[in-house]
């Protein structure tokens, strides 16, 4: 994992819900897989994208929309 996975790996985790903190470990092993790869492109972010939000917390719905806005600028 390098920097900015453990980075945004630490925040996402964070804000997961408590009961979904394993998938949410999961989910950003596969995204982290997909960048290591060179497989994680615009399309694979909008199908994945959704999966975040079903499991954050509703309080952190806007921090992780600014991050992966931020992000998303970056594809």
Excluded: H, W
């Amino acid at each position: 994992m390098n920097p900015g996975q453990k980075m945004f790996n630490d925040f996402f985790v964070e804000r997961a819900l408590d009961d979904r903190k394993a998938e949410a470990q999961e989910l950003l092993n596969e995204c982290f897989a997909k960048q290591d790869a060179g497989a994680f492109d615009r399309n694979y972010f909008a199908e994945i994208k959704p999966k975040f939000f079903a499991i954050v917390k509703p309080e952190a719905v806007d921090e992780l929309t600014a991050a992966m806005d931020n992000f998303a600028s970056r594809l």
